[in-house]
């Protein structure tokens, strides 16, 4: 599943290409993409809007509309937007499609049928279930030293259980999750409540670090290029599907295990503790 840092690229590449268009038409073409529209209030609440701006929280994308509403999108699996000119075809998994002008098209795809579109008053995002919850952007002054220890204080969760809890940290999945927790040395069986003030200042700073890493790592995507994976994370990762290679720190062979039913992997000896 994309996480911040892939959703952040999206985001970007977006408002490159559709900041300032006006939706001529948009259509709803499976309607369990945005169970909280109907297609027709969808069409309807889309038509003749101009997309003002994308921006992301969390791992959602926002598309605010001149009209007072915004189109929220989480790509979760496989989703993705994909940029056509308007007499191209659909293709086979073209969830959603918005006409834009100036010719040009934006479906959504998703093959696996788990990404999410809701179309919300831009006022009233802060009620919206998907976003009320969601714990401060790590890049923002709100998610301090102080609100990272203040939250893990209160969390019997095993350290990197409490780190994929979106209303605790925001963006981390399982990638940037296992390798924030190798580069600070932290066990992540480690109940995050026992974490001490220090090795919290020190997860705080590699979960930015690993994160800013895989930012500017959008070099290796083509101009134009909508879709991500985690495929082109593969050389930075440190721990991540590395299981039985050595530790590019001390050389121990890294460890998987299942941890809330996913694979966390880690370095038995950098990570002891
Ligand atoms: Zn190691």
Redesign the pocket.
């Known amino acids: 599943m994309p996480e911040l840092p892939e959703v952040e690229i999206v985001t970007r590449r977006l408002r490159e290409l559709i900041v300032g268009k006006t939706i001529i038409k948009a259509r709803l073409i499976r309607a369990g993409l945005a169970p909280e529209n109907s297609p027709r209030q969808f069409a309807a609440s889309l038509r003749g809007a101009r997309i003002d701006e994308v921006a992301r929280r969390g791992k959602h994308i926002l598309a605010h509309l001149s009209n007072q509403r915004t189109l929220i999108t989480h790509l979760r699996m496989t989703g993705r937007f994909i940029y056509l000119n308007q007499d191209a075809e659909h293709t086979p998994h073209t969830h959603a499609a918005l006409w834009l002008d100036g010719g040009k098209k934006l479906l959504f795809d998703d093959q696996r049928h788990f990404g999410v579109m809701v179309v919300a008053r831009t006022t009233e995002l802060d009620r919206v279930k998907h976003l009320s919850k969601l714990a401060p952007e790590p890049f923002s002054q709100e998610f301090s030293p102080e609100y990272l220890h203040d939250t893990l204080k209160r969390s019997s969760q095993q350290i990197k259980l409490a780190l994929l809890d979106q209303t605790k940290v925001a963006g981390l999945g399982n990638i940037y999750a296992s390798e924030a927790l190798?580069r600070a040395k932290i066990n992540p069986r480690l109940p995050a409540k026992r974490l001490s003030k220090p090795r919290i200042v020190s997860l705080r700073k590699e979960i930015l670090a690993v994160l800013d890493e895989a930012i500017a790592n959008d070099n290796q995507f083509e101009a134009g290029d909508l879709d991500t994976s985690y495929g082109r994370y593969d050389q930075m990762a440190r721990v991540y599907e590395r299981e039985g290679q050595p530790?590019?720190?001390?050389?121990?062979l890294?460890r998987r295990f299942t941890q809330g039913a996913r694979s966390t992997y880690y370095?038995?000896?950098?990570?002891r503790r």
């Open positions: 190798h530790c590019p720190v001390c050389n121990a890294i370095c038995p000896r950098c990570q």
